[in-house]
Nanobody, 121 residues
Framework: QVQLVESGGGLVQAGGSLRLSCAAS????????MGWFRQPPGKEREFVAA????????YYAGSVKGRFTISRDNAKNTVYLQMNSLKPEDTAVYRC??????????????WGQGTQVTVSS
């Protein structure tokens, strides 16, 4: 059974930092692009960041560029999202995603359950 399990969410004050982790099990994702999405309260899900299979290509949403960093450790089958300079508008449920191919231009075929991030002002 394939599972993506997020951790590291929580409550933080504006300007603070959090590091999210997504551990994959059930199969290796070293050949798959990985990504992070979020769904703010009452809003649609939105893209946050993605990284290709090797880590050589990375893409960020404009709203997080320069503040968030996505990375991966293929030996640990884990992807990370370092979030700095957090703002109240970053409050959302953050979900990890695994793409069907090595590039993030492919479709997402696995999702994690999500972890809550709340940023207080």
């Amino acid at each position: 059974q394939v599972q993506l399990v997020e951790s590291g969410g929580g409550l933080v004050q504006a300007g603070g930092s959090l590091r999210l982790s997504c551990a994959a099990s059930g199969r290796t994702f070293s050949g798959s692009a990985m990504g992070w999405f979020r769904q703010p309260p009452g809003k649609e899900r939105e893209f946050v960041a993605a990284i290709n299979w090797s880590g050589g290509n990375i893409y960020y949403a404009g709203s997080v560029k320069g503040r968030f960093t996505i990375s991966r450790d293929n030996a640990k089958n884990t992807v990370y999202l370092q979030m700095n300079s957090l703002k109240p508008e970053d409050t959302a449920v953050y979900r990890c995603a695994a793409y069907s191919g090595g590039s993030y231009s492919t479709t997402v075929n696995y999702w994690g359950q999500g972890t809550q991030v709340t940023v207080s002002s």
